[in-house]
C-alpha cells in the first residue's frame, strides 16, 4: 500500500461529528484509505438522517491487515455501542464506548500500521471528568510522553499556546522558563521535519503590554529569559511582545507561528482570523495526531448544518 492509513476515532456518539464526515467522505477522494473507529449502529442511523449511502469495508480489529484495507471504500471498526443512547444529550454513559474506540485507535499506532491519528470531539467533562485537562494531555498519558504541544495551525498564520485548558486563575503558576523551551524545540523540530521550512517565530508577554504592577514580572524574569536561551540555540523566535498588538496585520505577516502564554490569548484571533479553517495538531506523540478545531456541539446534532471545513483541512493534512 503506498500511503498509510488515517486511522479515525468518531468519539463522542452524540455529535456533529459523524454529519461532518459522512459529508466528507461522500463528496471527496483521499489518496490514503480511512479506517473509521465507531459504532456501525449510530454510522447507518447517521446516514439515515443524512440520506446518504457510503460504501463500507468492515474489518477486524483483531486480525487487522493491510491487505484487507480497502482505498475505495471506508473501512470500518465496529465498537459495540447501545443504540437506544444515540442522538441523545451527551452523558457518561458513552464513556466506555468511546474509551474502547481510543484503544482500537492507541493499537493500530503501536502496530505501525499507520501513523496518523484524528480524533472527534468529546466532552472534557463527562470523557475526562477532571483527570485530564484536554485530549492533548489523555493522549500524551496514554503514549507516555512527557514534552508535547498544542498547535493550531492555517498555513499562513499558526499559533501555540504553552498552557492548554488550564482555568486563567492558574496559568501564571504553570509558566516556566523550561516549559517554553521545551514546548518550542519541539514545535521546531517538527516544523523543520514535516514542512521542511524554517520556522518564524513570535512569543507574546503574559502581561498587558508586558508590563506588571506586581514585583514580580513574568515577561521580564521567565519569557525574556527563555527567547533569549531559544535564540542562542539558532532558532528563529522573537519576543515577548504585547498579546494586543501582535496580531495586527503588520506584525503578524512578519511569523508563520504565534506562541501565546495561555489557550484564549491565541485561539480567540486566530478563530476569528479564520473561524473553521484551521485545525488542531498535536506535536511529540509516536504518531501525528490531528483533531478538527471544534467541539461536540450536541445542539447542532441532526440540523444537518454544520460546517465540514476543519474536518476536511484534517484529514487533507494527513493524506500523504
Known sequence: MKYKPIVVVA??????FLEIFIKIVKKNKFKSPIILICSKKIL???????????KINLIDREKLLLNKIKIDKLN?????????????KISSKSNKYIKSSFDIGLDIMKSKISNKFINGPISKEKFLKNKFIGITEYLANRTNIKNYAMIIYNKKLSVSPIITHEPLKKVSKKI????IIKKI????????NFFRKKIKIGVTGLNPHCESTDKFNE???????????LQRAKINIKGPFPADTIFTTSNRKNYNLIVGMYHDQVLTPIKTLFEYNAINLTVGLPFIRVSPDHGPN???LGKKTSDTTSLLNSIRFLDF
Open 11 to 16: 468519539g463522542e456518539p452524540n455529535s456533529i
Open 44 to 54: 447507518s442511523k447517521q446516514q439515515k438522517v443524512l440520506k446518504e449511502k457510503i
Open 76 to 88: 470500518l471498526i465496529d465498537v459495540d455501542y447501545d443504540q437506544n443512547n444515540a442522538f441523545q
Open 176 to 179: 516556566t522558563k523550561t516549559k
Open 185 to 192: 524545540k519541539i514545535i521546531e523540530k517538527f516544523w523543520k
Open 219 to 229: 515577561d521580564k524574569k521567565i519569557i525574556s529569559p527563555a527567547v533569549k536561551n
Open 298 to 300: 450536541e445542539k447542532m
